[in-house]
């Protein structure tokens, strides 16, 4: 159960490349065990779980892998069925499709696929997941929220997440789609999470305790721990924030970040792997 | 020449109400001398100043001010004429319009009309800009840039501005159109300004080294002074930045900003007026 027997992490930010070098999903595949790996892409977010099913198969096996199944949960009683788990426990990568976060985790959370998706990441397990897909990777989660507006009280919707990782909230088609009003106003309510805004076609892979950014755009991490000042005591829904003192780091492909340490490091990494 | 004497400045995000209370185009007025002011709508910027001045005289009329009327430039030649600055010598209040910053700093800088605009504004003429009109405002200005991007090398276009205001750069419609990489690529290529984004129907009002916000957005304080890493050293065009340690506050109204040092101001302001 030590940091180094756990599973990496690949977060995407929406809207990867899936036709060019799919660069990140490469990576997720290479994390996996590369043509050796057993991948199962998990459709539960979407509500058209064939369509894309269909399309990440293709990706990955147009990447070299044998084995990809899709696997789709419906129902909590069909996530609780012990021969559900099977698909799981067998995979070395499960990857998660967009849709809404929401149903990911009130189809899967606390079912025994749960379980096994946590055991199995615990002892290696790689788990990715894009747009919702990331969303739901850590404690607490953004549900959904307003985007092109200044932080205000009410705007964001948090519910918890699956917990795949701790003392984050992630947000997703970050620049792309103006979203930093309401990853600040998530942050602001959890100064002790750190935000982090991921850019579509980019991603961050996480190992141990450590981020490293990959692909074309780039991570905003906000620091609302340094705030040291804030009017969220006293405000109604719809009012606007004030926030003094927030800290914004722009990480782009190749920088990584210290999660524990709340701290960019600043060498890049010299190459796609890192330990 | 003191801070005292010189006018006020107001500068306006773009979009601002101007059908209903109309609390920022009010504000102005009240510091150009209420219904006693003198206002010139500056149409520079655009290039429909017939519909664009027309609308703005209704507006201000309609708050009450006798003495409006409309000003516009279309060649350098005209800005020069000894002429053309009488209205503006007579005024009390200069609005610009929106239109395209670039427009105004060609057509007026270095003219007549631009000295008799510092001169005025030095002795107590209070000036106000939207949009492009609030671009304008610093010494150093943005001119064009790609929204809805993380921060990256040459997407944003730089220019000298009208020099209104120093040590900042200015920019417009800011969380609707989702242009903080676009500010902080600005500000990461000049740390020792201040960023100031600015939402629609949001404005700072300036009074010596001090800025207070007022409308329904925010303004976006951003301030790459404290950067402890760039790697902007050695990028090429379209390259993504990684900036470490960006300060960000997040000011909606009635909360203040000191310029010189750098820091908000705990307080908020108890009405509109200030000191």
Redesign the interface.
């Given at each position: 159960m030590s940091d180094k027997a756990r599973g990496a992490l690949v977060i995407i930010g929406g809207a990867e490349d899936k036709r060019g070098h799919m660069q990140i999903l490469r990576e997720f595949v290479a994390k996996a065990g590369g043509s050796h790996a057993r991948i199962v892409v998990m459709t539960v977010a979407t509500e058209l779980p064939i369509e894309v099913g269909a399309e990440y198969v293709e990706v990955f096996e147009s990447i070299g892998v044998a084995d990809v199944r899709t696997f789709d949960v419906s129902s909590r009683e069909a996530a609780d069925r012990p021969s559900a788990c099977k698909a799981i426990e067998q995979a070395t990568g499960v990857f998660f499709t967009g849709g809404e976060q929401l149903r990911i985790t009130t189809l899967l959370g606390g079912t025994r696929i749960d379980a096994a998706l946590h055991s199995g990441h615990e002892q290696g397990l790689v788990l990715a997941g894009t747009s919702a897909g990331a969303s739901m990777m850590s404690s607490t989660m953004i549900v959904d929220g307003r985007a092109?507006?200044?932080?205000r009280i009410g705007i964001v919707q948090m519910a918890p997440g699956m917990e795949f990782i701790d003392g984050v909230v992630i947000d997703q088609h970050f620049?792309?789609?103006?979203r930093?009003?309401r990853l600040?106003s998530a942050v602001a309510q959890y100064p002790h999470h750190l935000g982090l805004g991921i850019?579509e076609d980019?991603a961050i892979v996480v190992t141990g305790s450590t981020l490293e950014v990959m692909g074309?755009?780039?991570v905003?991490v906000?620091d609302a721990g340094a705030l040291w000042?804030s009017n969220l005591g006293h405000l109604r829904e719809g009012?606007?924030?004030?926030?003094?003192?927030?800290?914004?780091?722009?990480?782009?492909?190749g920088?990584r970040f210290d999660l524990r340490e709340r701290q960019?490091l600043?060498e890049r990494s010299a190459g796609s792997g890192q330990e």
């Open positions: 092109e507006t200044n932080p620049a792309q789609r103006g930093l009003g600040l850019d980019t074309k755009g780039a905003s906000v000042y009012d606007p924030l004030a926030l003094h003192g927030v800290k914004l780091h722009i990480l782009p492909a920088y960019p600043k």
